[in-house]
């Protein structure tokens, strides 16, 4: 199983930024694909996770700027990240699981994990 993260990098604040994960391995249909996030020092934070195409979530914290696309045709899941500020500044992961019971914001609960894609807001 591979899941490959892209579109990270420098942006100005206010830019704007748009991350894929492309998984490979496994039947993608079944399966979930979050983003999670990790700025230095601290824990890894749930971003958003998209079930399938018509079933998609994004944290409360950045609901207003952040938004999930899912394209199963693709294998693909797409985090567009609009109004960057620099407490963005982060490496962003995407994780795969099947759904269920468990919390989807909870990272222990995935199974799968990229390499992650480093994204830094500054001027």
């Known amino acids: 199983v591979q899941l490959q993260a892209s579109g990270g990098g420098l942006v100005q604040p206010g830019g704007s930024l748009r991350l894929s994960c492309v998984v490979s391995?496994?039947?993608?249909?079944?399966?979930?694909v979050a983003w999670f996030r990790q700025r230095p020092g601290n824990e890894r934070e749930y971003v958003g996770v998209a079930w399938d195409e018509a079933s998609t979530f994004v944290a409360s914290s950045v609901r207003d700027r952040f938004t999930i696309s899912r394209v199963d045709a693709e294998n693909a899941v797409h985090l567009q990240m609009t109004s960057l500020k620099p407490e963005d500044t982060a490496v962003y992961y995407c994780a795969a699981r099947l759904p269920g019971e468990r919390s989807a914001w909870r990272a222990y609960t995935y199974d799968f994990w990229g390499r992650g894609t480093q994204v830094t807001v500054s001027s």
């Open positions: 391995g496994l039947d993608f249909r079944r399966y979930g």
